[in-house]
């Protein structure tokens, strides 16, 4: 069975503070995601990546930066937290194959005071 | 550039009621087309996928038609459960080759007892 596993699950931080949202994939795929969730706009593109030592900007990646120091694990960095990223967040893993299925983690839910 | 368009932001349906929720979607290739479902707490997960090759896909007595002459992808199920309550997202992978999936905004679908 496909896992990929967010952490934390919850976070609350203030304006201005760092913020690191963790994903680690047992899927051994290539591929990895953090995608945003805000009502009315459905599923955005943050960053990505091919594999260890890989990042991509995806379509909104202003304040944001991702690390994929392995296989396994890729984060989310939020330098200088700002009330606007608010929001719930998604890992996902997929495969390389013309198959382009993702795999999606539980999300994680962050409020920026 | 690719793009998905989903303008039903939200379906209230009766149980046994028919299913109908509009995707439409705009891209440079010929595309491969999904529909994700997401049930309340939970990442998206793939419902069915369809391709040029095979125009349609079936999966849990839900069904999806890609029609190139109107580039819609629509979601139907003939009868729908309190269970099938979830938000239901229409993506297709994005013409750049780089294996990015391009969401729609969402439909919440809400099937009442």
Known sequence: EAAVTQSPRNKVAVTGGKVTLSCNQTNNHNNMYWYRQDTGHGLRLIHYSYGAGSTEKGDIPDGYKASRPSQENFSLILELATPSQTSVYFCASGDRTGENTLYFGAGTRLSVL | ?113
């Open chain 2, 1 to 113: 550039g690719d793009s998905v368009t989903q303008k039903q932001g939200q379906v209230t349906l009766s149980e046994d009621d028919f299913l109908f929720i509009n995707c439409t979607y705009s891209t440079t290739t010929y595309p491969t087309l999904f529909w994700y479902v997401q049930y309340p707490g939970q990442g998206p997960q793939l419902l069915l996928k369809v391709t040029t090759a095979n125009n349609k896909g079936i999966s849990r007595g839900f069904e999806a038609t890609y029609d190139k002459g109107t580039t819609s992808f629509h979601l139907q199920k003939a009868s729908v459960q309190e269970s099938d309550s979830a938000v239901y997202f229409c993506a297709l992978v994005a013409s750049s080759g780089s294996w990015q999936l391009i969401f729609g905004s969402g439909t919440q679908l809400t099937v009442m007892p």
